[in-house]
């Protein structure tokens, strides 16, 4: 039989684990991909001698990405070396507190009673529920939302006591815990999805227990490895990635994607479409208006999304004993996550994550130096704000705390090799529509059924995966995407 073909736009994580499993079902796999490298997002560049992921840096649930490589039948420890973190990271308070939270529970307990005395009994609450809630989500989250039909599935309704979609995630962990710092502590994940922790939906109290439960990790080389990993896996199987080669429109004939056609203007047809690129850009740019109705640029517009991020890459001559995650939270943190998400404001008071990867992986750079990357969320490009005009005061601004708050003192005096990419820049340089780094938002009306759908709507033989579809964003939720499509298109053919 002839074997049936599969085009995919864009080699980030999400087109990347549709595309492995796929090629090791059998089927012939093409992969198109603007850059020079793969991974999108969650790529790499080289400053000098220094490399940097160029977004995601936390892994969490592992299990997630050794099951899409136990589908073609590998072990992913054979590709990548895996680190588990501890502490998972450094949580600084502008009253000076620091928290480092660890899954060894003597030294959790031994923190938090010293920290936030009276405190465990609600930890050991919150692990015992969360634990409950992430059983019966993670069924729910593994499975499409196509059809009314998909949606009313027994899991969900199994799961609807532990859904508590009506509450926001800072007011839920109030159940556990008193003090303000503690509830960030638990609630700051919010951020992962580019929300905020007073607007964010309860359901997604499951990321801070995904991180207690299962542990952070990093890969040797950086978090890219996952997805040069993958291509190689693509490779292995017979499958092809073009790189430079970005996709100009769908071939939509009759109600059904037949191929697509490439910047130079070369025709490819295939029995399948898969979009892994920003799903908003997608809409706007590759599909035509005349094939989609309810995707409309007012419709994509009126949307909800996730806030953006300023970024700071800096190759430094020196090593800084600071753990390998650290966020440094503003002195009022609900007013900096207002200024993100409400008002659209450039903070005077930021919080801000520092990784130094060097603490655990010496593979980035000369010995005796270090590849500092400093994220700092901010509003998406709905805020209208000219970075360019921003950027320089805000850099310092930055450094000051980096160096006053976060511990790395003279930082300023040991930078080698520097590296900015600003929310204009995620938008014009990364195609990320608004630069909302995170993908639409995740409330509970762009959740689920009401999330661009796996299965695409407005045409057939098409399907998304990435951080825009259903489950969500993230490098878990995005690898489930892959293979849920992967799986509808698999089911499509052999039932
Ligand atoms: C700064 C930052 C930090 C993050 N941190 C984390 C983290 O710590 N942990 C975590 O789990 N998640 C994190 N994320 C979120 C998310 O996991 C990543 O953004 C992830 O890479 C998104 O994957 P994706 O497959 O949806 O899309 P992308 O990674 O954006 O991949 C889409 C691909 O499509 C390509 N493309 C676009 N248009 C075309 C076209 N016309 N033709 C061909 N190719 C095209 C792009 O070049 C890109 O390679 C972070 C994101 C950012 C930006």
Same mark, same amino acid.
């Given at each position: 039989?002839?074997k049936?073909s599969v085009?995919v736009?864009?080699?980030?994580?999400g087109g #990347?684990?549709?595309?492995?499993? @796929?090629?090791?079902?059998g089927? %012939?796999v093409?992969?198109y991909e603007?850059? $020079? +490298?793969?991974g999108g997002?969650?790529?790499y560049?080289?400053?000098?001698n220094?490399?940097?992921?160029i977004?995601p840096?936390?892994?969490m649930?592992?299990?997630?990405?050794?099951?899409?490589f136990?589908i073609t039948?590998?072990?992913?420890?054979?590709?990548m070396k895996?680190?588990e973190l501890?502490?998972m990271?450094?949580?600084?308070?502008?009253?000076?507190r620091?928290?480092?939270?660890t899954?060894?529970?003597?030294k959790?307990k031994?923190q938090m009673?010293k920290?936030f005395p009276?405190?465990?009994?609600g930890?050991e609450?919150y692990?015992?529920?969360?634990?409950?809630?992430?059983?019966k989500?993670i069924?729910?989250?593994q499975?499409?939302?196509?059809t009314?039909?998909?949606t009313?599935?027994?899991?969900?309704f199994?799961?609807?006591?532990y #859904?508590?979609?009506?509450?926001? @995630?800072?007011?839920?962990?109030? %159940?556990?815990f008193?003090?303000?710092?503690? $509830? +960030?502590?638990?609630?700051?994940?919010?951020?992962?999805?580019?929300?905020?922790?007073?607007e964010?939906p309860?359901?997604?109290?499951?990321?801070?227990?995904?991180?207690h439960?299962?542990?952070i990790?990093?890969?040797?080389?950086?978090l890219?490895?996952?997805?040069s990993?993958m291509?190689k896996?693509?490779?292995?199987?017979?499958?092809?990635?073009h790189?430079n080669?970005?996709?100009?429109?769908i071939?939509?004939?009759n109600?059904?994607?037949?191929?697509?056609?490439?910047e130079?203007?070369?025709?490819?047809t295939?029995?399948?479409?898969i979009?892994?690129?920003?799903f908003a850009?997608a809409?706007?740019n590759?599909?035509d208006?005349?094939?989609?109705?309810?995707?409309?640029?007012?419709k994509?517009?009126s949307?909800?999304?996730s806030?953006?991020?300023w970024?700071?890459y800096?190759?430094?001559?020196?090593?800084?004993?600071?753990?390998h995650?650290?966020?440094?939270?503003?002195?009022?943190y609900?007013k900096n996550?207002?200024e993100?998400t409400r008002?659209?404001?450039?903070?005077?008071?930021?919080?801000?994550?520092?990784q130094?990867?060097v603490k655990?992986?010496p593979t980035?750079c000369?010995?005796?130096?270090?590849?500092?990357?400093?994220?700092?969320?901010?509003?998406?490009n709905f805020?209208r704000?000219d970075?360019?005009?921003?950027?320089?005061k805000f850099r310092?601004?930055?450094?000051?705390?980096?160096e006053?708050?976060?511990?790395?003192?003279?930082?300023?005096?040991?930078?080698v090799?520097?590296?900015?990419?600003?929310?204009?820049?995620?938008?014009?340089d990364?195609?990320v529509?608004?630069?909302?780094t995170?993908n639409?938002?995740h409330?509970i009306?762009?959740m689920?059924?009401f999330r661009?759908?796996?299965?695409?709507?407005?045409?057939?033989?098409?399907y998304?995966?990435?951080?825009?579809?259903?489950?969500?964003?993230?490098?878990p939720?995005i690898?489930?995407s892959?293979?849920?499509s992967a799986?509808?298109?698999?089911?499509n053919?052999?039932?």
């Amino acid at each position: 039989m002839k074997k049936k073909s599969v085009t995919v736009i864009g080699a980030g994580p999400g087109g #990347l684990s549709a595309a492995m499993i @796929l090629a090791s079902k059998g089927y %012939k796999v093409d992969v198109y991909e603007k850059e $020079k +490298i793969v991974g999108g997002r969650n790529g790499y560049f080289q400053l000098g001698n220094y490399r940097f992921d160029i977004g995601p840096t936390f892994l969490m649930m592992k299990h997630i990405v050794d099951e899409i490589f136990e589908i073609t039948g590998r072990k992913s420890s054979d590709y990548m070396k895996f680190t588990e973190l501890d502490p998972m990271y450094r949580l600084s308070f502008s009253n000076d507190r620091e928290f480092f939270p660890t899954r060894n529970k003597t030294k959790m307990k031994n923190q938090m009673e010293k920290l936030f005395p009276g405190s465990w009994q609600g930890y050991e609450k919150y692990m015992s529920r969360e634990e409950k809630k992430y059983e019966k989500l993670i069924p729910c989250l593994q499975k499409p939302y196509g059809t009314i039909r998909e949606t009313l599935n027994p899991n969900l309704f199994k799961a609807a006591f532990y #859904l508590d979609g009506h509450k926001s @995630l800072f007011r839920y962990l109030g %159940k556990y815990f008193k003090e303000d710092d503690l $509830k +960030i502590s638990f609630t700051f994940q919010a951020k992962y999805l580019g929300m905020s922790p007073w607007e964010c939906p309860a359901t997604f109290s499951i990321i801070s227990y995904l991180e207690h439960g299962f542990g952070i990790w990093h890969i040797e080389g950086g978090l890219n490895q996952l997805s040069s990993t993958m291509a190689k896996v693509v490779e292995e199987e017979g499958g092809e990635i073009h790189l430079n080669q970005a996709v100009k429109k769908i071939i939509v004939e009759n109600g059904k994607a037949t191929g697509v056609i490439l910047e130079n203007d070369e025709k490819v047809t295939s029995d399948y479409v898969i979009i892994n690129a920003d799903f908003a850009h997608a809409m706007n740019n590759i599909v035509d208006n005349k094939d989609k109705n309810k995707y409309t640029p007012e419709k994509l517009s009126s949307m909800k999304y996730s806030c953006s991020t300023w970024m700071m890459y800096l190759g430094i001559d020196k090593v800084y004993d600071i753990p390998h995650h650290n966020i440094i939270f503003s002195g009022d943190y609900k007013k900096n996550v207002d200024e993100i998400t409400r008002t659209m404001e450039i903070s005077e008071d930021p919080s801000v994550y520092i990784q130094n990867a060097v603490k655990t992986d010496p593979t980035l750079c000369p010995e005796g130096h270090s590849t500092i990357y400093i994220l700092v969320p901010a509003p998406n490009n709905f805020s209208r704000l000219d970075w360019d005009t921003h950027s320089a005061k805000f850099r310092e601004k930055i450094l000051d705390i980096v160096e006053n708050r976060g511990g790395l003192r003279d930082i300023r005096d040991h930078i080698v090799e520097e590296k900015i990419i600003t929310p204009n820049q995620w938008e014009s340089d990364h195609n990320v529509y608004r630069g909302a780094t995170f993908n639409l938002a995740h409330n509970i009306g762009q959740m689920l059924y009401f999330r661009p759908h796996n299965k695409f709507e407005e045409f057939e033989n098409c399907y998304l995966t990435g951080g825009g579809t259903h489950p969500g964003s993230g490098i878990p939720t995005i690898l489930e995407s892959g293979r849920i499509s992967a799986s509808q298109i698999l089911k499509n053919d052999y039932t």
